[in-house]
């Protein structure tokens, strides 16, 4: 056992002033992040948090979604005893700075353990509990991941099943450790097989004072490896070193103020980034009180129809949250909730509608800040600041210490070396020191990077008169449902298999709730035929994870095609948005009794937009309500529509 004697702990992040404007993190930026910044791993970020913050509550996990009920509260200096404990199993385990720690857990204090004992111990490995078993084995030799630690319930996702079955599937696997679910029994699990371990009875037998492996983490050391590129394609792995983690821990502390007097819930899953990173890292490099909402987070039901009530118990200052889950907390009541603590409500992951931001301002009082993350730089990128209103669709400042480019796009759609001037579109490019250290296989490497080393995003926008970034659209394809980052390559293939099927393409439509619902279009053999039910179960059956199933497939007589031959998606996500907001004015028609040719006509305007044109003579009396309604609901959609009386 080494002697090494641990380093004194040093103060935990914080705010050096408010950030609200460009030149306050141009003030920041005077002092050089060499001397702004000396903490090295995440390792160290809780060694120093647990010495500043003992026994105040870091992270509250929710039985279930009654105010009511007891939570299950750990402190700082609990939750670094249980790091170092996981750490001290993970390095008796045989894991070290260059092996892999897969997770599979859903919300739960454990999976706090798993994610900073497998960083102070090797590289930990989140995996999505929804793939599918082919999947998460690709990933995990991919990653060569030594141990598993895994929930010992079905309840959630089928996990432990699951981990069961992936142990002999992957080869550098030699250890399954069993989390057990709160409140369990002990010794309710029964006999567990060989290869397979009880991971808090082995966790409790290790010292939780230190590390014993006595390894100095440097900043360059690989801390995880998350999965990106979308969770329906190929394995492809990002590392992200402790450097980039830690730096993105103290930028969002520095641009949001958050401090020990702030509480908040974090909902987003623990296999992603905007989990892992800037909602719980950050928040516990400062002091923050951490909320977990039940094993299923945000998923269940009943947190989300007692949201309201929760707030007024636990008093979070904080709210974040995707906007599919902003849309469902909209439709949720105050019914007198008092939820006068929430000081901040910030979203990201996907485009939020300025309907839903103006909605959300009008019902709660409430401004939905917006951020930008891509697991390529350790989940943040821009954030709008407390204190700063931006239209929707601004996402805010550069972190301190990075650089921001807007660059024209190529003939091809790739980031040229062209800069664009002060509120012109193009291709939002990166580096910052929280880039993340490129991928797994250097083959993916390709064309995350331009030529002199920036990250090509693949996000259009273009900065305003104040600096702030504001997002416009996506050069990729990728289709967004709910922040899933859906390839549709993996649809057309599945879809491409069927014997009459000659061309076809998936696109997003839009959709209120999910911002995108996958879609496919396609073409049949001349002399073919195929029912489009036929064709959606045929490729519903060859698509692994839910989020990707097509809602729908749509045979059309031809594709539409670019001069150079290539099938014009813009076109097909038009039809697309055309066809649901056919689907809504028939819906208000029919509420308003109006048949006929007095029902509105839905008409394409370019390939972003429509126009919806309501005949007054035809409509009578109703051509006011049926604007309004119609205006309401398709300004719901993200898709440019027009309501207009003629």
């Not at 000396?38 to 809780?46: A, G, M, N, P, Q």
């Not at 647990?50 to 939570?71: M, N, V």
């Not at 859903?106 to 004992?117: I, R």
């Not at 035929?529 to 749509?554: G, N």
Request: glycine share 8%; hydrophobic share 45%; aromatic share 6%.
């Amino acid at each position: 056992m080494s002697s090494r004697i641990e380093p004194r702990a040093a103060a935990p992040f914080s705010a050096s002033f408010p950030i609200r404007s460009l030149d306050d993190i141009r003030r920041l930026e005077a002092t050089p992040l060499a001397d702004a910044l000396t903490v090295r791993s995440t390792y160290e970020i809780f060694r120093n948090a647990g010495a500043a913050f003992g026994d105040k509550t870091a992270l509250t996990f929710l039985r279930s979604g009654d105010p009511a009920d007891e939570p299950i509260r750990w402190s700082y200096a609990q939750l670094l005893a249980g790091i170092h404990q996981t750490a001290n199993l993970l390095h008796r385990l045989g894991v070290g700075p260059d092996d892999a720690v897969a997770v599979l857990l859903p919300g739960c204090l454990d999976y706090h353990l798993a994610l900073w004992g497998g960083e102070a111990a090797g590289i930990v490995q989140p995996l999505n509990p929804l793939l599918t078993d082919d999947k998460l084995v690709a990933l995990m030799t991919a990653g060569r991941a030594k141990v598993l630690i895994a929930y010992g319930s079905d309840a959630d996702s089928g996990m432990w099943a699951k981990a069961m079955r992936l142990r002999g599937q992957v080869p550098t696997l030699t250890t399954l450790l069993r989390v057990a679910p709160h409140d369990e029994a002990p010794g309710s699990a029964g006999e567990l097989p060989a290869g397979v371990a009880d991971f808090g009875a082995l966790r409790a037998a290790e010292p939780d004072d230190r590390l014993v492996s006595g390894r100095d983490i440097a900043p360059g050391d690989i801390a995880a490896y998350f999965h990106t590129g979308g969770t329906t394609g190929a394995p492809k792995l990002a590392r992200h070193s402790h450097g980039a983690q830690v730096f993105t821990a103290w930028a969002s502390v520095n641009m949001t103020g958050q401090g020990p007097n702030d509480t908040s819930i974090n909902g987003y899953p623990l296999f992603h980034v905007a989990g892992v990173l800037p909602a719980s890292l950050a928040s516990l490099s400062a002091g923050v009180e951490v909320i977990i909402p039940t094993t299923t987070l945000l998923r269940n039901k009943q947190v989300l129809a007692n949201y309201w009530r929760l707030v007024e118990t636990y008093r979070p200052t904080s709210l974040s949250a995707v906007p599919t889950v902003l849309a469902a907390l909209a439709n949720v009541p105050l019914d007198g909730a008092d939820i006068s603590s929430i000081n901040y409500c910030r979203t990201g992951a996907a485009v939020l509608a300025p309907e839903l931001a103006a909605r959300f301002e009008r019902l709660f009082g409430l401004h939905v800040h917006e951020s930008l993350g891509m697991t390529e730089m350790a989940g943040i990128s821009t954030i709008t600041p407390p204190g700063v209103v931006g239209p929707a669709g601004c996402v805010g400042f550069r972190l301190p210490y990075s650089q921001l480019r807007i660059v024209a796009l190529d003939e091809h759609g790739n980031a040229s070396e062209r800069d664009l001037p002060v509120g012109e579109q193009g291709m939002v490019l990166f580096k910052s020191p929280n880039l993340f250290s490129g991928f797994v296989d250097p083959a993916d490497n390709a064309k995350a990077f331009t030529a002199d080393g920036w990250l090509a995003t693949g996000d259009l926008g273009w900065l305003d008169a104040e600096g702030r970034l504001n997002l416009s659209g996506r050069s990729k394809d990728l289709i967004i449902r709910s922040g899933h980052n859906i390839d549709p390559k993996v649809i057309e293939d599945a879809l491409g298999a069927h014997p009459s099927v000659q061309l076809c393409a998936a696109v997003g439509a839009p959709d209120a709730y999910a911002g995108e619902l996958p879609v496919v279009f396609a073409t049949l053999i001349p002399g073919a035929s195929a029912s489009e039910s036929e064709l959606l179960d045929f490729t519903a059956a060859r698509v692994d994870e839910a989020p990707a199933k097509p809602r729908s497939v749509i045979v059309i007589e031809t594709m539409p095609m670019t001069n150079v031959g290539k099938i014009y998606k813009p076109e097909l996500r038009a039809m697309a948005a055309r066809k649901v907001a056919t689907a809504m004015v028939d819906e208000a028609c029919a509420a308003l009794g109006i048949a006929g040719p007095a029902r509105p006509q839905v008409q394409a305007d370019g390939d972003s937009a429509l126009r919806v044109l309501i005949d007054a003579a035809a409509t009578g009396t109703q051509a006011e309500s049926l604007r309004q309604q119609l205006h309401d609901a398709l300004g719901r959609l993200p898709f440019k529509t027009q309501v207009l009386l003629k």
